[in-house]
Every structure is written in structure tokens, then in C-alpha cells.
């Protein structure tokens, strides 16, 4: 086999972006990308973090990445695409599809414009779901990334649609939740 033959057959995998989705009903779809985005921060990555869904500034993720070194700071793109709520299928509003809708637009734009090396889009799967996001629009934006680029989606209920297009799918379901026992959410653990 060639050298050009050899390279048809071993790409340069670290160099290859591709798509992850956190889905699932237990806990720890977020973390498992927060951790993903302070370890590409730790490389140099340029990282879009849009956290659908999600507004207010109670979020230890929040506090944490205003502490980073202005250096990693200057890599680390953050965008809040929802209200300081949580929302369901019967109490959605406009504003909630507003800010979604100006969430997805950042990412199409950042995706377009091959301006971050890793985008992540938190509760994604959720605003997809509760139909915030069309379905068609992100399968096609995520069948158009740039070839490098790593994407990563969380959140419940991710379509199979999206499960059938990412190479990455990490299914998180509960086994046993201090919450059944009346725990409220904790804050530096939960949020």
C-alpha cells in the first residue's frame, strides 16, 4: 500500500470533528460536556457553549468559567439561548422560543462560519423535543459542519433522527437517584 493509499485508509482521526449526544433521563449530561469543554479549553480550542433552556446566572458553571485565566477565558464563547426557568410542554411562551430561537441562530452562524473548534449545545435535545428548534433545520446544519469541527447536543429525548446522524451517543438512565427520596437540587452539585 502507497503513502496516499495508507492515508485513505488511516485519516487523521485528531483532526476529524465529530457529532456526541448526552441524552437520557439521568443525571450528568451537562457535566459530561462541561468536562469535555474545559478539556479542549485546556488544548487551546476556541469553544461556543449555548445553553438552551437555560437563563439566570445561578449556574456554578457560570461562576466558574468567569474565574478562568483570561487566556482560556479568551477561547471560551458563552451563550444563554432561554429564561431563568425551567420550561415543559404546558408552559412555554414566545420569550422561550425568542431565546431559543436567537441560541440556534449563533450556532448556525458559528457553524457556517467555521469560527470555534468545538460547539457545544446543551439541552438541545430538550428545545428540539418541545419543537423550540425544527428538527430538519438541525439535521441539516449538523450534516453541513465543517469536517473538523466537534459538536456535541444533551439533553432528554434526543430524536432518533439526530442519535442516527452523530457517531457518538451516550445513553445516561438513573440506576438509583437521591432525588426519589425527596433531595431537592443541590447547588454546586446540581447547578
Known sequence: MTQDENKLYNPNWAKH??????????KGKTTASLGLCMRALGRNWKVLLVMFTKGGDNYGELISFKKLSPEINDNLTIVQAGLDRIIYSDNISNDDETEIQKGWKVVKEAIRNKAYNLIIMDEANIA????????????????????EMEIVLTGRNA???IIDIAHLVSKIEPVKHYW?????????IEY
Request: glycine letters at 16%.
Open 180 to 188: 426519589d427520596t425527596g433531595v431537592v437540587a443541590r447547588e454546586g
Open 17 to 26: 470533528g465529530y457529532i456526541q449526544v448526552y441524552t437520557g433521563n439521568g
Open 128 to 147: 428540539i423535543d418541545l419543537g423550540l428548534i425544527d428538527l430538519d433545520d438541525v439535521i441539516e446544519t449538523l450534516k453541513g459542519k465543517p469536517e
Open 159 to 161: 430524536k432518533q433522527e
